[in-house]
């Protein structure tokens, strides 16, 4: 197969409504679209990424009144946290509509419904006319593409078109919530963030051990988000010389001379999650054997940043 890049939104759509896979950017990271409606084609995104089964997808949408499409009835606390945050990057999970392909599902009987925030994804997804099942549009467990070329890098001949468009601004993938329940549940830290939900809904809370309800989230059970490199999260950054094929990214600065490949040190919490699976990936092109990731404290992004480091990071 040979994988088209355009700038075509017409095109794009087009191919996808002939039960083509699309990768298209959005304010969180690329993702790899299949018309939601068509199993076969959903399936090709599994067979594309190496993707498990039981994984199941985030139904993205142009319009309030697609939900319907894909939901069998909207819980009162989604209608909530819809009002307050659609379009952005938040996922919220609810009853799936009986006519929805399990595929798409992972047969758990829930869907996760995303409004992107993003001029391009959103004139894509109006062309296509229909709600698009889309994960990150990366080889499963590796970091997730915030450029169209880390798409090239991970799915070239996999995929039939690639959407250009600028790199993510946000860089981590959408907040997950469970609205299933009498609260919201966090499966997913994003950037919008716990506090950011409560002071719409109150009663949002993280999830925990005791609940039941996780793996209706993507990005939850499987490995995820690690490069070829190993992952360490450090306090600070090291104090020890001579070692060969280390990066370093944090918001403390280095002493000289201390790393050899990569330094990344962003002027805030937001833009180290930002350029995180950037700076990843970035490191396996330079040959890096470790990286080096600054802990953060846990309010706001950073949750979220910490969540997809641990999740990265390696066993050690």
């Keep these: 197969m040979n994988t088209i890049v355009t700038q075509d939104v017409e095109l794009a759509a087009a191919t996808l409504k002939e039960g083509g896979l699309v990768a298209f950017p959005t304010e969180t990271v690329f993702g790899l679209g299949a018309s939601a409606f068509q199993p076969n084609a959903v399936s090709r995104i599994f067979q594309a990424k190496n993707r498990p089964q039981d994984n199941p997808l985030i139904v993205h949408i142009a319009h309030r009144n697609q ?29 799936a509509a009986p ?25 894509f997804l109006r062309a296509c006319g229909e709600p698009v099942a889309a994960p990150s549009a990366n080889r499963s467990g590796r970091p997730s593409p ?84 190993d ?23 280095p002493e000289k001379g201390l790393y050899d490949g990569p330094i990344r040190v962003p002027g805030d919490v937001s833009t180290y999650a930002r350029d995180l699976f950037h700076f990843f990936r970035t490191c396996e092109k330079a040959g890096i054997n470790r990286i080096e990731c600054q802990r953060v404290g846990l309010e706001g992004m950073g949750r979220a940043l910490m969540d997809r480091l641990q999740r990265a990071a390696s066993p050690e």
């Design 67 to 95: 939900i319907a499409e894909v939901c069998e009835v909207i819980p009162e606390a989604a209608r909530v946290l819809i009002d307050a945050f659609f379009p952005g990057p938040l996922t919220l999970v609810v009853p």
């Design 99 to 123: 006519t929805l392909p399990s595929v798409v599902t992972a047969s758990l009987g829930t869907v996760g419904i995303r409004m992107p925030d993003h001029d391009v994804a959103n004139a």
């Design 146 to 229: 915030t450029t169209w070329e880390a798409v090239m890098d991970d799915l070239d001949g996999r995929v039939d078109v690639i959407l250009r468009g600028d790199a993510s601004r946000v860089g981590l993938e959408s907040t997950v919530v469970d609205c299933t329940g009498k609260e919201p549940i966090i499966l997913r830290p994003g950037s919008i963030s716990l506090e950011d939900l409560k002071m719409v809904h109150p009663g949002t809370r993280m999830s925990d051990a005791a609940d039941v309800v996780s793996h209706r989230s993507p990005g939850t059970r499987h490995r995820h988000y690690r490069p070829e490199a």
């Design 231 to 253: 992952v360490v999260v450090v306090s600070s950054p090291s104090k020890t010389e001579g070692r060969s094929g280390y990066a370093y990214i944090g918001l403390e600065s």
